[in-house]
């Protein structure tokens, strides 16, 4: 679907006015106020990142390992829920209590209209990563800041997705090496930590996964192109060698 066509489907009286916004930068998914993700519509502005379809397959994964591994409720935590991508579509598929947490108000507003929009309960919490979080989980999944601050990326998401969700300090692993120090505190003895990563982020976040959890199975998975995108650490569980 071209961009015009895109505009003329979901804006019927703004499309010349949409249009207009479209070829001075601004990205389709802000003019129209919502995209599609997995199987929900969920609304985003310039408050969210706009949820990519990589984070899509970090979500698919997730549930696959969570249907074959966890058989009563499980407790999930979603860390910088952002527009709730995540943490409305983990709790559609599957049997568990989900908790959000993200630093920016303007998010979780965004994040609660979407759980209302698709009549899901998550709670939701602002929390700077662990800050506000209470209690263990059998997952913790995130899709942090994973972008180092001098890296080059195309104009229209520097010029219009909020940077606090975009960048991170040292050489963007900052938020990846807080999660995974004081992770352990708040997860349950048999449970699984799931991250969406860059791309060549993989064997620098594996040493750091060992430096915490040197007696779990930490993996590294590809995306759809074959590029590393994903960091899973498996505690006390025994992973199938079939696919």
């Given at each position: 679907?071209?961009?015009?066509?895109?505009?003329?489907?979901?804006l019927?009286?703004d499309y010349?006015?949409?249009l207009?916004?479209?070829k001075?930068?601004?990205?389709?998914?802000?003019?129209?106020g919502n995209?599609?993700?997995?199987?929900?519509?969920?609304k985003?502005?310039?408050?969210?990142?706009?949820?990519r379809?990589?984070?899509?397959?970090l979500?698919q994964?997730?549930?696959?390992?969570?249907?074959k591994?966890?058989?009563?409720?499980?407790n999930?935590?979603?860390?910088?829920?952002?527009?709730g991508?995540?943490a409305?579509?983990?709790?559609?598929?599957?049997?568990?209590?989900?908790?959000?947490?993200?630093?920016?108000?303007?998010?979780?507003?965004?994040?609660?209209?979407?759980?209302?929009?698709n009549?899901l309960?998550?709670e939701?919490?602002?929390?700077?990563?662990?800050?506000n979080?209470?209690g263990?989980?059998?997952?913790?999944?995130?899709?942090p800041?994973?972008?180092?601050?001098d890296?080059?990326?195309?104009?229209?998401?520097?010029?219009?997705?909020?940077?606090?969700?975009?960048?991170a300090?040292d050489?963007?692993?900052?938020?990846?090496?807080k999660?995974?120090k004081?992770?352990?505190?708040?997860?349950?003895?048999?449970?699984?930590?799931?991250?969406e990563?860059?791309?060549n982020?993989?064997?620098?976040?594996?040493?750091?996964a060992?430096?915490?959890?040197?007696?779990?199975t930490?993996?590294?998975e590809?995306d759809?192109?074959?590029?590393?995108?994903?960091?899973?650490i498996?505690?006390?569980?025994?992973?199938?060698?079939?696919k």
């Open positions: 679907m071209s961009p015009e066509e895109y505009l003329k489907k979901y019927s009286k010349e006015k949409g207009e916004a479209y001075k930068g601004k990205p389709l998914q802000y003019i129209v995209v599609d993700f997995y199987d929900l519509n969920l985003v502005n310039e408050n969210v990142l706009i949820p379809f990589e984070t899509e397959y979500v994964k997730t549930i696959n390992y969570a249907e591994i966890f058989t009563d409720k499980i999930i935590l979603d860390i910088g829920t952002g527009s991508a995540i409305l579509t983990l709790k559609k598929h599957l049997n568990a209590n989900v908790t959000a947490c993200d630093i920016s108000k303007e998010a979780l507003t965004v994040a609660k209209e979407n759980s209302l929009k009549n309960n998550v939701f919490i602002q929390s700077d990563l662990f800050e979080i209470n263990k989980f059998d997952i913790i999944i995130s899709n800041p994973y972008i180092a601050v890296e080059e990326i195309e104009e229209i998401v520097k010029n219009n997705e909020p940077h606090l969700a975009l960048f300090e050489d963007g692993l900052y938020f990846y090496k999660i995974l004081e992770a352990k505190k708040y997860l349950n003895d048999k449970s699984i930590l799931a991250f990563i860059g791309m982020q993989g064997e620098k976040l594996k040493e750091i060992r430096k915490y959890f040197n007696e779990s930490i993996k590294i590809k759809l192109t074959e590029k590393d995108r994903y960091l899973f498996f505690n006390k569980i025994i992973l199938s060698n079939r």
